[in-house]
Every structure is written in structure tokens, then in C-alpha cells.
């Protein structure tokens, strides 16, 4: 039974630039969040996806974008990257939209330079 | 502006003993409560979650809520080194949304 997989684990990119990063739910899973964890942080809620639609939003600009396929991967975008966008990015899956039991891919390490 | 609150530690605790992990939230209408724990450069795990007031036990873990202090807690009994992690408390909001706290880092001491 797969985890949950995220792609790619790590990632250098300029400012300026933009980056796009994947994940792949635990199998049966339906809903995808993902968070932002800066050194030292919890991580910050950035958005959720359920049933191919953004069901709620952290406190995020509008560069910080996502997509869910109909087989329940997903993909976030992030535009214009800044310095402090450098942050670990960690794909949560669970099973519905209020489920929160949540089961974390191993992330991937974002660095802007 | 709900917050979830951690002693950030480090918490040293000898090898054997009890750690007791604390964490309070200011969001009186939260109701489901996790504790995950992240060793260095991993992605978080999920230890316990706990609904109702009380405790429950699970091996050597034990999660207690008091909703009326607005306090849960984490107990690891016989703390082995393999224990030694930061430990993130999460609390759901009225939206089904986890606010996370920014851990503590527990070390146990051979």
C-alpha cells in the first residue's frame, strides 16, 4: 500500500522563477493539503483540495496556486518565488473533505536563491 | 486569531523515564486534537489523536485532553533514544482545518 509520495525532494530554483511540486495520496485517499514548514515551525496551512476543487485557503497570496487531478494527485504552483518562500513543502492526504487525520509525504525541500 | 501554543523546549529526559509533552490552544470550538512527531528533516508522523476528554493509551503513548483548560498533552512512558524528535501538536478548527503549534523538541538521554 503506497504512502503518500511527493516529487521532486528537493529543489533549487532563482527568485523570480516558478516551481511546480507534486503529490500522490495515500491509495484510497480522496483529499489533499498541503503546508509550507519554515526551520523551526509548524507547518502552515497553504490549501486543501477535495473532489478536483480548492475547498479552503490559508492565509497565502495568489501566487501560491493548485490543481487535483481525477485520480486525487496533485500539484502545487508557486509564482514570482521570493527568498522566503524557501520552506520545506509537505503533501498531507486523508480520506473526505473534513477528515484530519492526515498522513504526511516526505516533503520537498524548496531553496530560492 | 486562534494560536496553538508549545514549549519549544529543548526537553531533555533521561532514558527510561516519563516525558511529558504539554500544548494549549486558544480556540474554544476546536474538537479533534493530534500529536505528530518529526524527526529532523522528516516529514511529520501521526501519534494520537484524542476526541473526547480524558486519556487514551496507546503502547508507551498516552494523550490527555482537559477542553475546560484548554490543554492536551502527551505522555511517552520507558522514553527510548529513538524518541527523540519534535513533537507537533495539531488542533482541528470549527472549518476541519488543523492550526499546528511550532513543536517541541524532545531529547532523551542514554
Known amino acids: 500500500d503506497a504512502g503518500v509520495t511527493q516529487s521532486p525532494t528537493h529543489l533549487i530554483k532563482t527568485r523570480g522563477q516558478q516551481v511546480t511540486l507534486r503529490c500522490s495520496p495515500k491509495s484510497g485517499h480522496d483529499t489533499v493539503s498541503w503546508y509550507q514548514q519554515a526551520l523551526g515551525q509548524g507547518p502552515q496551512f497553504i490549501f486543501q483540495?477535495?473532489?478536483?476543487?480548492?475547498?479552503q485557503r490559508g492565509n497565502f497570496p495568489d501566487r501560491f496556486s493548485g490543481h487535483q487531478f481525477p485520480n486525487y494527485s496533485s500539484e502545487l504552483n508557486v509564482n514570482a518565488l521570493l527568498l522566503g518562500d524557501s520552506a520545506l513543502y509537505l503533501c498531507?492526504?486523508?480520506?473526505?473533505?473534513?477528515?484530519?487525520?492526515?498522513?504526511f509525504g516526505q516533503g520537498t525541500r524548496l531553496t530560492v536563491v | 486569531q486562534k494560536e496553538v501554543e508549545q514549549n519549544s523546549g529543548p526537553l531533555s529526559v533521561p532514558e527510561g523515564a516519563i516525558a511529558s509533552l504539554n500544548c494549549t490552544y486558544s480556540?474554544?470550538?476546536?474538537?479533534?486534537f493530534f500529536w505528530y512527531r518529526q524527526y529532523s528533516g522528516k516529514s511529520p508522523e501521526l501519534i494520537m489523536f484524542?476526541?473526547s476528554n480524558g486519556d487514551k493509551e496507546d503502547g508507551r503513548f498516552t494523550a490527555q485532553l482537559n477542553k475546560a483548560s484548554q490543554y492536551v498533552s502527551l505522555l511517552i512512558r520507558d522514553s527510548q533514544p529513538s524518541d527523540s524528535a519534535t513533537y507537533l501538536c495539531a488542533v482541528s478548527d470549527s472549518n476541519y482545518q488543523l492550526i499546528w503549534g511550532a513543536g517541541t523538541k524532545l531529547i532523551i538521554k542514554p
Open positions: 480556540d474554544r470550538g476546536s474538537q479533534s
Open positions: 498531507a492526504s486523508s480520506l473526505g473533505d473534513r477528515a484530519l487525520e492526515a498522513f
Open positions: 483540495y477535495y473532489e478536483e476543487e480548492e475547498r
Open positions: 484524542i476526541y
